[in-house]
């Protein structure tokens, strides 16, 4: 057992002098959208791509708002969806193809 021990402990020292570097690729830039909102109350906008929805921000009432979307590529079909703060209506624009600088008038 003694033996055993002192083997890994040699192999242990042996493998010390390594370093290792690990980098992450360079982060994608954002795509940004440009969204009009001409109702009374803010809306909260959403894009569905093709894993999932994912909330992106809130556009004040009667307000423009240039918002980022991160993790979708340009040129990626979307679906752009805004909701009033209180719920009651929802705008949806469908078939998006995503690209900087799109601009949706809600509603």
Same mark, same amino acid.
């Given at each position: 057992m003694r033996r055993?021990? /002192?083997?890994? /402990?040699?192999?242990? /020292? @042996?493998? @010390? @002098?390594r370093s290792i570097v690990v980098q992450n690729p360079p982060p994608q830039a954002a795509i940004s959208i440009v969204v009009t909102n001409s109702l009374t109350q803010p809306v909260n906008v959403y894009?569905?791509?093709p894993d999932a929805?994912?909330?992106?921000?809130q556009v004040a009432a009667n307000g423009t708002t240039s918002v980022p979307v991160r993790n979708i590529p340009a040129g990626t079909m979307v679906k752009l969806r805004a909701v009033t703060r209180d719920g009651s209506r929802t705008y949806m624009r469908e078939g998006v193809e /995503?690209?900087? @600088?799109?601009?949706?008038r809600v509603p």
């Open positions: 055993v021990v /002192l083997a890994a /402990l040699a192999i242990t /020292l @042996g493998c @010390g @002098g894009v569905t791509g929805e994912v909330f992106l921000s /995503l690209r900087d @600088g799109y601009q949706w």
